[in-house]
């Protein structure tokens, strides 16, 4: 069974600061999805990843897909604060989804 | 486009009452799914619904757990008796039928508090 290992769990971060949020997975899986929940809201999606070697840019987040490694980053440039939430990486597993725990993200003035 | 809505968005209940969540996808989206996320834990799929037939349901916890999706539109999540450990958000999500990203659509849950 497919399993999604996410870290850190938590990030404070400064602001104009990088950092990078790590989702490793068990098997082989299609999709790679990362997803930002603000508290109380729904998780809006972020990126879909494909292919091995996928990189997709949306802003300050930059998400890539290492399938060899099983392994997708989360590269976040020059934070703000308007980054803070919580972002989940989950990956496809027939139809359904298996998410990591989840990064709680701070960033800090 | 009107998104996934869910409701309620709260409920609190005592253990061994009943509790029905409702679910309304995106209109045309033929997917259905059901996930809960209990507190501290990874959000874990509960049930797949396409159209009204359930696709699999190999993530419901136990037969306290009743879905239907009647007509193919709208699913409810019945838990009776509701226990203390089904306390946590159940999330909603749907996605059309055909291939694609298979990109999945979140609602923004129900917070279910059992005492």
């Known amino acids: 069974e497919l399993k999604v290992e996410q870290n850190p769990l938590f990030l404070s971060m400064q602001e104009g600061k990088n950092y990078t949020i790590y989702c490793n997975y068990s098997?082989?899986?299609?999709?790679l999805y990362w997803y930002r929940q603000d508290p109380g809201k729904s998780l809006e999606s972020l990126f879909v990843?494909?292919?091995?070697?996928a990189v997709k840019q949306e802003g300050r987040l930059m998400a890539s897909l290492d399938t060899k490694a099983r392994l997708s980053t989360l590269h976040i440039t020059a934070a703000v604060h308007d980054l803070s939430a919580t972002y989940f990486c989950?990956?496809?597993?027939?139809?359904?989804?298996?998410f990591g725990a989840g990064t709680i993200l701070r960033v800090k003035s | 486009e009107a998104g996934v809505t869910q409701f309620p968005s709260h409920s609190v209940i005592e253990k061994g009452q009943t509790v029905t969540l409702r679910c309304d996808p995106i209109?045309?989206?033929?997917?259905l799914y059901w996930y809960r996320r209990v507190m501290g834990k990874e959000i874990k799929f509960l049930l797949h619904?396409?159209?009204?037939?359930?696709?699999?349901e190999s993530g419901m916890p136990n037969n306290r757990f009743l879905a239907e999706r009647t007509g193919g539109t709208y699913s409810t999540l019945k838990v009776q008796p509701a226990e203390l450990e089904d306390s946590g958000v159940y999330f909603c999500?749907?996605?059309?039928?055909?291939?694609?990203?298979?990109?999945?659509?979140f609602g923004p849950g129900t917070r279910l508090t059992v005492t």
């Open positions: 989950a990956a496809l597993y027939g139809n359904k989804l298996v």
């Open positions: 209109s045309g989206h033929d997917n």
């Open positions: 999500a749907s996605s059309p039928l055909a291939g694609g990203l298979n990109e999945q659509y």
């Open positions: 990843l494909l292919s091995n070697g």
């Open positions: 619904f396409v159209k009204e037939s359930k696709q699999d």
């Open positions: 098997t082989t899986s299609d999709r």
